[in-house]
């Protein structure tokens, strides 16, 4: 069965000998135009050299956009804060969005 919503896994990503591994933490399915529910933590050691990140998968079935801050909102046109700052992901396409301890991911279809 096609996921139809969008996949969110927060994690960090960290170069282990030359190769760019990413470990998840959590991982959430959710509702188009809808936020995750639970926020990136902080990460603390051995994971300091690391990146965080939301790694999204849009839903087979189309286009959508995602966001990630504080209080993202992907809805928004013209993004000009880190909160509507979003990005375009084509059907079932997977990103890694930068995230930050506390920040959520917000998606809404394209």
Known sequence: MAITGAHVQCGYVKDVRGAKLFFPIWSETIALASSTTQVAPTLS???DA???VFRVRAPASGEMFSAAGLAPDASVAIG???NTARSHHVASEEKDIPAQA???CNVVSA
């Open 45 to 47: 050691a051995p994971e």
């Open 50 to 52: 690391a990146s965080l």
């Open 80 to 82: 000009s804060a880190q």
């Open 102 to 104: 506390g920040w959520k």
